[in-house]
Every structure is written in C-alpha cells, then in structure tokens.
C-alpha cells in the first residue's frame, strides 16, 4: 500500500503562486509515475500534471503549461507541484496520485490518491 498526503494548499489573489506537496509513504518502490489532478463540483476529476518519478520526465495539461511545474525529491518520496500566474479558473481541489506504468493523463492508470487540498484564487 501507498498513503499519500497532500499540503500547501490556500486561498490567493489571482497572478499569485502556490506551491504543493505531496508526501508519500508505505510501499515507495512500487511508485512508478506521480500526477496532480484537480477537480470541481460537478466537473470530472482531470489531470494537471505528472512526473516519472525515476527518470523525471514530466507531462502538463494544456492548462497548466508554462505555469505550473511538476517536480520531485525522491530522497524524501515527495513531488511538488509549484503554480504560478493562478487565475480563478485554477480554483479546485488538487489530489496528488500515484501509480504503476500507465498513461499519464489517465485517472485508471493510478492506484492511489490523497485526500486533496483546496485551492481558491480570488479575482
């Protein structure tokens, strides 16, 4: 089993940043790739970003290129996620996930989900 538990989230005015933890434990080594999906009420919960946690190559939605970076400290099993330039439509509840060899932009192909942070951007 993998816990994930996530942190930093908050409330920001828009144009600020914010960045994101998300601190894994329990079976690590199993890890294969860590992704940031976000999610409304009534939306669909949709992928930010994603990181293989090995070689570190990293994938972005559209929405999040060139504003928000994906990255990890494997020494301490956790990824990052630093948001800048945010906007309302950023507002959500942000889920670190991890999982075995899979599509990244996929919900299925991941195994295990925190809990969530909010993120609220005001205009």
């Known amino acids: 089993q993998v816990q994930l538990a996530e942190s930093g989230g908050g409330l920001v005015q828009a144009g600020g940043s914010l960045r994101l933890s998300c601190a894994a434990s329990?079976?690590?080594?199993?890890?294969?790739?860590m992704g940031w999906f976000r999610q409304t009420p009534g939306k669909e919960r949709t992928v930010v970003a994603a990181?293989?946690?090995?070689?570190?190559?990293?994938w972005y939605a559209d929405s999040a290129k060139g504003r928000f970076t994906i990255s990890r400290d494997n020494a301490k099993n956790t990824v990052y996620l630093q948001m800048n330039s945010l906007t309302p439509e950023d507002t959500a509840v942000y889920y670190c996930?991890?999982?075995?060899?899979?599509?990244?932009?996929?919900?299925?192909?991941?195994?295990?989900w925190g809990q969530g942070t909010q993120v609220t951007v005001s205009s």
């Open positions: 996930a991890a999982g075995p060899p899979g599509y990244w932009a996929a919900r299925g192909t991941y195994r295990y």
């Open positions: 329990g079976r690590t080594f199993s890890i294969y790739v």
């Open positions: 990181i293989n946690w090995s070689a570190g190559n990293t």
